[in-house]
């Protein structure tokens, strides 16, 4: 059984379509890589699939659990985690704070989860009593990640995560989501403008264009299509 289902998922802004009868599934304990080029609907997905946007058709399952309708609040009560693009953090709280934010989700709440992220990401622990406007781009990208993590989530959607960090950062970031996801059995849909280091991690890529699936495969089959790669992911 996939962890996430989608199915024939469609979503209008006004009159213009901006996702069309998209399909895919994502598995457990894996990385589903939803790549493509500016406007080409990844955002739009991510903000579907946990009810930031309604759909004007199709379905999203979350294991035996319908999501489509629901409330954002509700989907991330079924274990659905949303890390939005632009490092969402309160700037003016502290990290504890911040990841205290995360937890208000959890079903059971105890001291487990922050040593389980600081385990994760160390420096969050050694600056938790700092503001968060003090925080480095790559840090901020962890408490936003943290954050999620504390609500124990089962699946979790990260738009553009790479976003404004060094080379060096992000394949230290891609490293540790992989084995995140991998050891925690999470469900990732990560939604990456870097496609390079999104297929380097991803087991299944999904290529959009223009609101329209273009391709539905293994990530090794896509890196390794040099035509599909330089006409849809730039590289």
């Not at 979350?62 to 969402?88: F, I, K, Q, Y």
């Not at 959607?157 to 976003?163: A, G, Q, T, Y």
């Not at 273009?214 to 089959?221: I, K």
Request: hydrophobic fraction near 45%.
């Amino acid at each position: 059984m996939p962890g996430l289902a989608v199915t024939g998922l469609s979503v209008d802004y006004g009159h213009v379509a901006a996702l069309v009868d998209v399909s895919f599934e994502a598995e457990p304990g894996a990385i589903t890589a939803v790549l493509g080029a500016n406007g080409a609907g990844k955002t739009t997905l991510l903000r579907a699939l946990t009810g930031l946007v309604r759909s004007r058709s199709g379905s999203v399952r979350w294991r035996d659990t319908e999501l489509t309708g629901r409330s954002v609040e509700e989907v991330v009560r079924c274990g659905v985690a949303h890390v939005p693009e632009g490092r969402g953090v309160i700037e003016e709280l502290t990290v504890e704070e911040n990841l205290r934010l995360g937890s208000l989700w959890r079903r059971r709440r105890n001291r487990r989860g922050f040593d389980e992220v600081f385990e994760l990401f160390p420096v969050l622990e050694e600056r938790r009593s700092r503001h968060a406007s003090t925080l480095s781009g790559g840090e901020r990208q962890a408490l936003a990640i943290a954050r999620a993590l504390m609500a124990r989530p089962e699946a979790l959607l990260l738009d553009e995560p790479s976003l404004g960090l060094a080379p060096i950062v992000t394949g230290q970031f891609m490293r540790r989501l992989a084995s995140l996801s991998r050891e925690e059995g999470l469900t990732v849909v990560l939604v990456e403008q870097n496609a390079r280091s999104a297929l380097s991690i991803a087991s299944t890529a999904v290529v959009l264009n223009l609101g329209r699936v273009v391709v539905v495969d293994r990530a090794e089959v896509v890196a390794a299509d040099v035509q599909l790669r330089h006409h849809y992911l730039g590289f």
